[in-house]
């Protein structure tokens, strides 16, 4: 079964975190995000933006987590649309 997950942030990084823990075959899982970069820790960009922090330590995940949980991520796209009859969604891309 193919799963879509649109929006690659902390709550889609802990929902594939946890359904691939469960049933790691049971979904072909793509996440869609319109961000650049993969996931990371918004609560942690103020000290980011201050200088405290840098932009690779506050990353959730990187590259070969989502591939070792076989997921397809789409960076740097937005879903435009969804149509759950024909089960399509419409990105950018």
Sequence with gaps: M???IIG?????????ASLTGR???R????VIGDE??????RIQLSPVLGGEKTA???SLQNDDWYQERG???LRGEKAL?????TREVQTTA
């Excluded at 979904?27 to 793509?30: N, R, S, V």
């Excluded at 650049?36 to 820790?41: K, L, R, S």
């Excluded at 649309?81 to 009859?85: E, W």
């Design 2 to 4: 193919r799963l879509v």
């Design 81 to 85: 649309a969804v149509n759950v009859d």
């Design 23 to 25: 049933a790691a075959d």
């Design 8 to 16: 690659n942030g902390m709550a889609a990084t802990r929902l594939i």
């Design 27 to 30: 979904f072909a899982i793509t």
């Design 71 to 73: 997921v397809t991520v």
């Design 56 to 58: 690779a330590g506050i």
């Design 36 to 41: 650049p970069e993969h996931a990371y820790n």
